[in-house]
């Protein structure tokens, strides 16, 4: 196996800027897909991290998509559900017999969805905690310390070399690596985190300030996470500790200014995730027959 892997970034965004960076940061071999702004600004300035009164800014190879012509060891997907699609050509040039796909998606199941449309490249399931927003192109402002990658392949095997070496590489990278064997249970734990704060978030029109402060709306907050639990519990996958208290323990570190990216997308106007981070729970509630009142009221407001 490599010693030294090469990383494909896809997607430029908070996640995809961030992994970037941090990787890049460590010495590793990174490369970054962008679009737009986005391309012209980290070509020219870089990529700038920025977390309280400090900035960080990591010089990184970024390329439009038909700009990359190598084959990438590890691809981590990192665009909004809403241009997933998009994206396939670029992961079928840029893999191989080896190559892994690693989605960090919000909606819960990504990872088997591509896995059915790329047959013959190995799609992992993941998912990221973070707190991060874009300020301007090519520019990442991080509201906490939570840097945190799961990943992991739907079989629950723990064993792939080229796995173990990207548990070494974010480590050292500083990010917290989770190589799971129960990365349907833990997405999924992660949705029930993600899915919340952006139904509540929207419905209310708050940040995570609103949702820190005893009262109805972090009430609602905690009420849609036991939504989320309950159709765990429905899906045979049942959370090992308590969810409720583990999910406020990461908004309670979150800077108070902190939205969703799905509540952000709204409010300008454009595509959202709103169909996989608030739809897809009252569909779910639908096919096990488990009560989501909060989320169909949620819903409700956003059929009108």
Do not use: W
């Not at 991290?49 to 990192?78: M, P, T």
């Not at 139904?199 to 905690?222: H, L, N």
């Not at 608030?278 to 009560?291: A, C, D, H, L």
Request: aromatic share 6%.
């Amino acid at each position: 196996m490599k010693e030294r892997l090469k990383y494909l970034i896809i997607g430029a965004g908070a996640t995809g800027g961030c992994i970037a960076a941090f990787l890049k940061g460590s010495g590793k071999d990174v490369t970054l897909i962008a679009r737009g702004k986005a391309l012209e600004a980290i070509r020219k300035n870089g990529l700038r991290i920025r977390k309280g009164a400090e900035e960080r800014r990591i010089f990184v190879e970024v390329l439009a998509e038909e700009e990359y012509g190598e084959k990438a060891d590890i691809i981590f997907q990192c665009v909004k559900g809403y241009s997933l699609e998009e994206t396939y050509p670029l992961i079928k040039k840029a893999s191989d017999g080896n190559t892994v796909v690693i989605p960090i998606l919000n909606v819960y199941g990504t990872g088997e969805r591509m896995a059915r449309e790329l047959p013959g490249i190995q799609v992992l399931n993941g998912c990221i905690y973070i707190a991060a927003s874009v300020e301007e192109p090519g520019t990442i402002r991080m509201g906490s310390d939570i840097f945190r990658i799961v990943y992991g392949s739907v079989d629950g095997k723990k064993d792939h070399p080229m796995l173990l070496q990207v548990e070494k590489d974010l480590r050292e990278a500083g990010i917290t690596p989770v190589y799971t064997e129960q990365i349907r249970r833990d997405t999924l734990q992660k949705y029930a985190m993600v899915s919340p704060m952006a139904a509540v978030g929207a419905f209310y029109d708050v940040s995570a300030g609103q949702m820190q402060k005893p009262g109805e709306i972090r009430e609602r907050y905690k009420a849609c996470i036991r939504e989320i639990d309950s159709l765990a519990n429905a899906m045979g996958i049942p959370f090992p500790a308590d969810v409720v208290q583990t999910n406020l323990d990461i908004l309670d570190n979150m800077a108070p200014e902190c939205t969703a990216s799905m509540q952000r997308d709204l409010k300008r106007g454009g595509d959202s995730e709103i169909d996989g981070l608030i739809f897809e729970v009252v569909r779910m509630g639908q096919r096990y027959g488990v009560p989501v009142p909060n989320y169909e009221e949620i819903a409700s407001k956003f059929l009108k």
